[in-house]
């Protein structure tokens, strides 16, 4: 049932890209384990083993602070549909930060959108596909546009002043390098 690629298809790419939702699962070497869902316009698949995930900002910043201790990352997809399907890529990742020399680049394959608070970049490794029989089906019915009006309605400088109080460290008080320039 399960195979096991070193990289992402076409066959693949079509079933991500298909997708509403998928899933992101860091770990620091210490402490917690992190395992968020993520939607809206912010994945792009840049070739069989690179994906780019636009980062929004969230209540915590979990995702940015394991990968400044460990690059290990899992992004995650099953199909709520007909054709039943779990996805995973495994891989190395990195955070970029707005401050960071390669964000005006990475940024290019996006549309602007506020909030945005890092885009993380995967080397895909490994890639398992899966039955998906036990997944239950789901509707989909639309998009939440709920943080899109937030950020618009805190602006540039209330983004900020979030940042600085929500998102600096991990709930195990590692830092996510989200003001850092060095």
Known sequence: M?????RIDDRLRKFIEAQKIFFVATAAPEGLVNLSPK???SLRI???QRILWRNFTGSGNETA???LQSSRMTLMWCSFTLKPMILRAYGS?????PHDADWADLGTHFLQADGTRQIVDLTVELVQT????GVPFFDHRGSRDTLKQWTASKGPEGIRRFWEDHNQTTLDGAPT???DTT
């Open 2 to 6: 399960a195979k096991l690629l070193s």
């Open 39 to 41: 939607g809206m316009d």
């Open 46 to 48: 840049l070739g069989p």
């Open 65 to 67: 602070g394991h990968l």
């Open 93 to 97: 990742a990195r955070a970029v930060h």
């Open 130 to 133: 899966s039955c998906g029989y």
């Open 177 to 179: 390098g989200i003001f």
